[in-house]
């Protein structure tokens, strides 16, 4: 992900749930960009069904905002399955991003659930990630509240330490069996971060195939966002909304290798720490699992009032990776993704798709 996401309700139940036909789903279409705003982020309605569930789980970080993910609901389960027309093979090839789309996901489905009073238990099955559902006590968390307020703040932060007593409990939201979080607050350390996510970036950028794919997600304006509800929309990354007509005469000085990579480093630089997620093994179950890690660790993050954003450079270029796994001092192990975090402003949010467009039609899982 670069840095640049009750058993039978909801009328039929889960068994009833189908699919809406476009002119369906894009009925009650916003017609600003803050309409669109608060109807994706709305709170969780706990009597909402499955349905609910299914939004709050595309609240999830992913990759690109490309929302890489389809579901299918049925008796006491809900399936994420990936969505591989919304891959993006230059800078995620093996979907490694996708895959972690999906644990994302899955973790934000977990919480709803609970709260709806569900047990809710993911498996991957092949490509699928499976999520039995069971009645439960119902149970909220400061993790479910920080939902709807979590987002990628793409914001220089204000350098403020953090407590140790945080840290400890971020650390504790980003362990999970098979991976592990390592949290890096050593000045030093972080400025080394910074050179290696710069290395990245300038290395991306130089990349035609690279550019041309991150393009494709970027929406300049509102308009755009909200025609497509899903992409990197300008005002979310902290820059200008542009009329499309002006975009292309002054993409390439506002979206310039040097100026992408002084961006970084005023924001690195600025971070109280930085956290990276490291697997024991490199397979999709693992990925969906740093999938739940990063998603539970920002949610701990939000729920604690800190901001993080992702600078995953140095682990999507091939080149670099083994280079910062050996700076890590994580042997052979795959390092999956890494954020930065501390204290900042909120900046405006991105958008998701209507549920209806992400919902197929109801089969065994």
């Known amino acids: 992900m670069i840095d640049r996401r009750i058993l039978m309700a909801g009328g039929a139940g889960f068994a009833g749930a189908t699919a809406l036909t476009p002119h369906q789903a894009f009925a009650d279409w916003p017609t600003t960009y803050d309409d669109a705003v608060r109807s994706v982020w709305a709170p969780l309605r706990v009597d909402g069904g499955p349905k609910e569930l299914v939004r709050y789980a595309t609240l999830a970080a992913n990759s690109h905002n490309t929302q890489p993910w389809t579901f299918r609901i049925s008796a006491g389960r809900i399936a994420i399955a990936p969505d591989f027309s919304r891959r993006c093979p230059a800078v995620d090839p093996d979907d490694h991003h996708l895959f972690v789309s999906l644990g994302c996901a899955a973790e934000n489905l977990v919480h709803a659930a609970a709260a709806a009073g569900l047990k809710a238990v993911p498996e991957l099955i092949d490509t699928i990630v499976s999520i039995s559902l069971e009645p439960a006590p119902p149970t909220r968390s400061p993790l479910l509240e920080a939902i709807p307020i979590r987002q990628s703040t793409r914001a220089v932060y204000d350098g403020k330490p953090v407590a140790n007593e945080t840290l400890r409990l971020l650390e504790q939201a980003g362990m999970v069996d098979g991976v592990a979080v390592t949290i890096i607050t050593d000045r030093t350390k972080i400025d080394s971060v910074a050179d290696y996510v710069v290395e990245g970036n300038s290395a991306q950028m130089r990349d035609a195939a690279f550019m041309s794919e991150l393009k494709g997600w970027l929406r300049f304006n509102d308009a755009d966002a909200l025609a497509t509800m899903d992409g990197l929309f300008s005002r979310a990354s902290g820059s200008p909304a542009l009329p499309r007509w002006l975009v292309g005469p002054l993409l390439r000085w506002v979206f310039s290798e040097r100026g992408e990579n002084h961006k970084y480093l005023a924001q690195i630089r600025s971070a109280s720490g930085v956290a990276v997620f490291a697997s024991n093994r490199s397979d999709r179950t693992h990925w969906v699992e740093a999938g739940r890690a990063c ?48 204290y900042g402003p909120e900046l405006p949010r991105s958008l998701r798709r209507p549920v209806g467009q992400v919902i197929l039609e109801t089969s065994a899982c």
């Open 295 to 342: 998603q539970r660790f920002a949610l701990q993050a939000t729920a604690l009032g800190l901001k993080c954003a992702f600078i995953n450079q140095p682990v999507e270029v091939a080149a670099i990776r083994g280079q910062f796994a050996a700076f890590l001092g994580i042997g052979d192990r795959r390092p999956d993704l890494v954020m930065r975090f501390g």
